[in-house]
């Protein structure tokens, strides 16, 4: 068991647990400080090849988890947060909000019925070229499949480098360096290569993930802000800036076109951020958008455009993210920041 597995048992045990629930309850907010939760799948994992790093929580726990905030925070919507940002509101004390990256299919089945259970709004981001499309699987789903459910033991020859998959270890490893490779390309390229490893392993790429229109026109009649995520999933600080607007400025008009009402707030794909992507944001009229940065924000101090977040993940376990939520945490980070620059999270979808 790793150190990290302790805490996190450690944590979730009757008396960590009773502790952590009132030094959370003890807490004094600053004025319009928000968390912003970022969650992928709620899901079990399939077996089906799709990436299981990406499952935030299993169907049981996201209720657990949701229950949990509606009792203890102010879950908000993207509209409270748009108001406190423009000045005309103040942010509720222990404001949280709710965020699910790239709209995928498991969201309407198994998150909506809870955030509905709870009227707890939730924004949803899309990338809008996956939307009913049959062939449109994420490249780290394909790539993922192709090394893991492959019936090959020998090795193989990549671009990312000679990959092994003799062993369960092996073949998650040959992931790992597949995945870093990828976010090193295009989307594009890494896309292309997915298929390729599929091809060279004798592997059907996996399902298509996401939700189509009338699923994303349901869920926004349920109180769902669906917002854009670009068109491709783009790794955008690869691309030109023409491109840039294309995918992000695009993504908009997708949305618009199809729905009623999508909000101009955007969540940068893998977190890949640079001047020229903050930019084409700006242009393409978006208020709000969220970058992979771990941490929380005190909305107008904070910029707009690089709202930071706290990922949900099973590895880390609920009680262990809950410490992140703490004024405490923020004190810390900033401390730990001056000490060691962060390289930044790249690995976050
Ligand atoms: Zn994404």
Known sequence: MSWYDVVRRGLAAGPARRALASVESKSSWPKNRLVVLMYHR???DHGDGRYPGLI????NEFRRQIGYL???YRIVSIDELRAAALGSEELPDRAVLLTFDDAVDDFRRNALPTLSAHGAPAAV???TAF?????GVFWWDAMHAAVTTTERRDEVDTPAGRLLLATATDRSAAYRRLRDYCLTL???AATELATSICADVEVQPP????MDWDDLRAIESAGIACCPHTRSHAHLDHLTADEIREEVGGSLADLRRELAAPPAAFAYPAGLVTDAVTDAVRDAGIELAFTTERGTNIVRSQDPLALRRINVSRRTGFEVTRTQFLPLADRLRAHAT???PSPGQRSQR
């Open 131 to 135: 939307v009913g499309d049959p062939e």
């Open 207 to 210: 399902p298509a993930a996401v």
């Open 70 to 72: 509606a009792d203890h």
């Open 125 to 127: 981001f899309v990338p």
């Open 42 to 44: 709620i899901d079990h």
């Open 56 to 59: 935030s929580a299993t169907p």
């Open 338 to 340: 001056r000490r060691e």
């Open 186 to 188: 295009t989307n594009t």
